[in-house]
């Protein structure tokens, strides 16, 4: 059974920056996809940031367009780690981030939608103050 857990959450002021962390255990991964979602009071989940990762060092980012150019996602690679470094935070950024997890590489047709990803963490909560 893989595990999911994430951290790094917090407050903090407008143009500040966070950097959230996801860790995906339990098995032995050959190749993966790991993404974040969000989710603000009232509205829908929503796609962030995902990482495919092939299995030979070569991964694939892919951002939403809310974010393109503040945010960056990263991974350990092997490890199965993922990195959202969040700069240039705006108010519309607070929300709860999950931590996405599917043990394949997910197609350009599935790696938005969060119904194709099998793991979930428990969500960090993210507040941006103006």
């Known amino acids: 059974q893989v595990h999911v857990v994430e951290s790094g959450g917090g407050l903090v002021q407008a143009g500040g920056s966070l950097r959230l962390s996801c860790a995906a255990s339990?098995?032995?991964?050959?190749?993966?996809?790991m993404g974040w979602f969000r989710q603000a009071p009232g509205k829908e989940r929503e796609f962030v940031a995902t990482?495919?990762?092939?299995?030979?060092?070569?991964?694939?980012?892919y951002y939403a367009d809310s974010v393109e150019g503040r945010f960056t996602i990263s991974s350990d690679d092997a490890r199965a780690t993922a990195y959202l470094q969040m700069n240039s935070l705006k108010p519309e950024d607070t929300a709860v981030y999950y931590c996405?997890?599917?043990?394949?590489?997910?197609?350009?047709?599935?790696?938005?939608?969060?119904?194709?990803?099998?793991?979930w963490g428990q969500g960090t909560e993210v507040t941006v103050s103006s």
């Open positions: 339990g098995y032995t991964f050959v190749s993966y996809t």
């Open positions: 990482i495919v990762w092939s299995g030979n060092g070569y991964t694939t980012t």
């Open positions: 996405a997890f599917d043990e394949s590489r997910l197609g350009l047709s599935r790696l938005r939608i969060g119904r194709y990803y099998d793991y």
